[in-house]
């Protein structure tokens, strides 16, 4: 580690406990806490939907990928923003018209009933739970990597920045680190690409013609099927990524901090045009790193590419870009950690204590403690977790939280909407079938049980095929919840008027 | 136990009752509304109407194309072929989802304006003016 590095890591770790130090004297309620008061501006939502979505698995993982598979390494992208339309487009406004703080009340504005919520929270938690491990392996790991610090350590330290920020300045300061987290990102990721179109001329045929020739893979490398050779399993990945970020509870959670549907729409926009063009840049990236610093030495730094967009800001700008660089991926971690945090707390001390133990009537007070134990709870849950889980091959674990959010919570947010005879037995089955469906698959799936001694967490045959499992645990949510309704007599017509009619003009909200 | 709709749907409208009784408290209107009179109005239907003869043909298009280009790719080596220079196709309609996303989003933001408008006439109709006022 050299002092540039000391030196910019400081400095971000240092605005950041500035900016949780004033978003505490503004967090005095559970409002405060669990929304910023509700108001973000749409701009400013923007920002952070794209700080709290772009991981330091988009960033160095996709830019690695890139470099080492070429077209395959990109094929996530597509999916990851072509999701925003399903969340522009069906959830964003009637979460927004309908929820208060979390998936669980916007689903209750039409059931009411507990068992709807505690299943929506169960759902929740485990994506959450999920996806933190994930971050917070991958991020133990990076950091190892870019600081030199050691596993165990790398993970207390983001663990800890993660709470301080949650527990002392809730929403807000949360809200704040992503939104720099997304400017320092597009910065960085501007920078590199600049450096990168210039050393090809700033001639983008000229660049593919390069870049047919510059890796092992040849032409092959401009082409699909260098990674990815199963097709059903690729269309199986790429369905739960089109369709599950719109039930990530931590980015549904961002559709509160803001006043009306209206603004939820326009925060969608900005993260639509923020996160597409950086992926867009991350081809660069990638590129750029396949032909200037080249596949064996990204390899034999990290197997799974990782350090390729470091490696190039050493290779295009110095030991000062790569700091800064490093700097980034650190302020990535923790935004997207600090939202994990958040969303899983919310479940908790909102859903589970507060409207199904406390029955919606706790104090003030008693919700702003909630939601704070609740918040180091998860949060000291994950960091043993994560230590426990370092030898554990994670990259699976995102792509099956964005499968439960898609096989478990978007059929039931679909349905709630716009199917009138949908009642609370269909609520249940819908979110408990895809849930289920989607954890049993996947735990006798290729990336649990695998035929290579050491590749899974057992040796064995698999007993389901396709290492993600949406294909088929998307339709059993649907089909659970449809068939869920039909076995129950229960039909709640007013209730969908008043939900039809609430989520569509945006009127009535706290009714 | 699971308490059956009828007992939830009175249980609410008592609340609701009970809410308007002492509507300073809730700072909301004086009466509780209709929400199924408003379902059946026109000015909602047509609301409805309008949003689903649109978001209903761009989700299946956009889905539509977005599978049909993960099948392509997967099953067929139709797209590496190139076609500027060394552009294979397959980044053009990759770049092309991009595109489709952005536009979408753009076209709708504009309709989303007129839906607005849309569903500030309904609830003045029903003398919901300020949707601040009724919490």
Known sequence: MNATVIIIFLFIVLMTLVITYYAAKRTNSASDFYTAGGGLTGWQNGMAIAGDYLSAASFLGIAGSIALFGFDGFLFSIGYLVAYLVVLFVVAEPLRNLGKYTLADMINAR?????????AALSSITIVIFYMIAQLVGAGALIQLLFGIEYIWAVLLVGIMMTIYVLFGGMTATSWVQIIKAVLLMVGTVILSFLVLKNFNFNIFEMFTQMKTATPHGEAYLQPGVRYEIPLDTISLMLALVLGTAGLPHILMRFFTVRDAKTARSSVMWATWIVGIFYVMTIFLGFGAAAFVGADLITSTNPAGNMAAPLLAQALGGDILMSFISAVAFATILAVVAGLVLSGASAFAHDIYGQIIKKGKA?????????????????????????????????????????????????????????????????????????????????????????????????????FPLTNPAIVSIPLGFIGGFVGTLLSKEVNAKQFAEVKVRANTGGFKQL | MARTAEELALEKAAQREQASKNPQDRGGPLHVPDFEEIERSESFKDLMKKKKQFLIPTTILFLGLYLLFNVVISY??????PFVGDIPWVWVFAFGLFAMTWILVTVYMKRAAKFDQMAEETLKEFGYEDKEDIR
Not at chain 1, 381 to 386: G, N, Q, V, Y
């Open chain 1, 111 to 119: 059931f009411n009933a507990k068992k709807v919520r505690g299943a």
């Open chain 2, 76 to 81: 067929t080596n139709w797209l590496d072929a």
């Open chain 1, 363 to 463: 104090t003030e007070r008693q919700q702003m403690l909630a939601a704070r134990y609740a918040s180091v709870g998860v949060a000291v849950f994950s960091i043993i977790l994560a230590i426990f889980a370092q030898s554990l091959n994670v990259a699976f674990l995102v792509s099956l939280a964005f499968c439960i959010a898609a096989s478990a919570n978007l059929p039931v947010i679909v349905y709630t909407i716009f199917w009138k005879k949908f009642n609370t037995t269909g609520a249940i089955s819908a979110i408990l079938t895809g849930l289920i469906s989607a954890l049993v698959l996947v735990s006798v799936s290729p990336s649990v049980i695998s035929p290579e001694a050491g590749a899974a967490i057992f040796t064995g045959n698999p007993l």
